[in-house]
């Protein structure tokens, strides 16, 4: 296979058009606005794979610990490229309100040490001498090895590497599957539109997000990502270096509909407002609603669906954390070499099993 066409120009499209290109293949890009919009473009960055996963969703998080090992050989593969991919290492904080909460964070420090992680267990005061902006916690969990990425200058940096290595961009949307060698399908919620295999197993999950800015005298964003469930919904506050914060995100499912509603806008806030009171001080620069790609069982959809179409898709809320496994998943499956751990799992044949629901 010489030629390769992929189909979305989210952070899975790119990776994966600039990884293949590396090769030395020829690889035409189709999107009409390539590295804006979409899930991508929304995100909050987090790569957070412990954090993030739900108890039971072992095979997610196999792959997502498989694709954190790799973000930082991916990211110095970027920068040998002349592009920033705005990686940050600067942990994660769980905290807990209550003792419901701080049971979570025991399962959550157990399961971290279990995969050989580092992960430490801190008072509510100690949790406050980290993060000194934080609310009334109970106990906090710091998580030292998450990763997180600034989603905005990955996308234009996996962008720029791709037009470095002459991958063609097609501003177009695709309505037929494109002639080429092999054909990656990666349109994120819209891929269950390109072939029939997909068409009930990837779905829409509507996410709202919001940007502050701290203001003149507030105090600076958390130097960690904080995360917290807060009447019973999860929610992460993510800087961007002292000048700008992320804060998500809704979960629900809403077809696609991409309107911010005001109730998701207050949940967030309310929300965040007990985890990092100074926030209420900030200026409210963005607010989004963007659509990830849901899949069953929240594991991706990873491997040939039939004669040379591949699904590259189904990553839920996983897809920037999972962007460098899945971009050499694709390498090795056109190489004919052995794909990453855990990436078999994830193969679209389970979709044929009866039991899969
Ligand atoms: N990974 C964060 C989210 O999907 O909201």
Redesign the pocket.
């Known amino acids: 296979m010489t030629n390769l066409a992929v189909v979305g120009g989210g952070v899975i499209g790119l990776a994966t058009a600039w990884r293949v290109a590396r090769t030395g293949r020829s690889v035409t890009l189709y999107d009409p606005e390539p590295a804006r919009g979409g899930?991508s473009w929304l995100?909050?960055g987090?790569l957070a794979p412990v954090t993030?996963a739900w108890p039971g969703e072992e095979d997610v998080l196999r792959l997502g610990e498989e694709s954190l090992k790799r973000w930082p050989g991916f990211a110095g593969d970027l920068r040998e490229e002349g592009v920033d991919p705005g990686l940050a290492g600067h942990g994660t904080l769980v905290v807990a309100f209550d003792s419901a909460d701080a049971g979570h964070l025991d399962i959550l420090a157990g399961h971290l040490h279990s995969l050989g992680r580092a992960a430490a267990r801190l008072t509510g005061r100690a949790a406050k001498r980290l993060e000194p902006g934080l609310g009334s916690v109970r106990s906090g969990l710091h998580v030292p090895g998450d990763l997180a990425v600034d989603n905005r200058k990955l996308l234009q940096a996996l962008y720029d590497a791709c037009a470095r290595r002459n991958v063609r961009f097609r501003r177009e949307r695709v309505e037929e599957l494109p002639a080429a060698d092999a054909v990656v399908l990666a349109a994120g919620a819209w891929t269950g539109r390109l072939h029939p295999l997909l068409a009930d197993a990837v779905r829409p999950?509507k996410?709202e997000?919001l940007r502050l800015k701290p203001r003149r005298g507030c105090l600076p964003p958390p130097s960690h990502t904080v995360r917290a469930v807060v009447e019973g919904r999860p929610i992460?506050l993510v800087p961007r270096g002292d000048s700008e914060l992320v804060l998500?995100?809704t979960?629900y499912e809403a077809g696609f509909d991409q309107a911010v509603t005001a109730r998701g806008v207050r949940e967030l806030l309310e929300g965040a407002e007990r985890v990092f009171p100074a926030l209420t001080e900030y200026e409210l620069t963005e607010t989004a609603a963007g659509l990830?790609a849901g899949s069953r069982d929240a594991l991706p959809y990873l491997g040939e669906l039939d004669g040379g179409v591949f699904a590259a898709t189904g990553h839920?809320?996983?897809?920037?954390?999972m962007a460098p496994v899945t971009a050499d998943a694709v390498v090795a499956w056109l190489e004919g070499d052995e794909p990453p751990e855990g990436t078999a799992a994830a193969s679209p044949a389970r979709l044929h099993q009866k039991e899969h629901v």
């Open positions: 899930a995100a909050g987090m993030e999950l996410g997000i992460y998500g995100a979960q990830r839920h809320r996983n897809g920037l954390l």
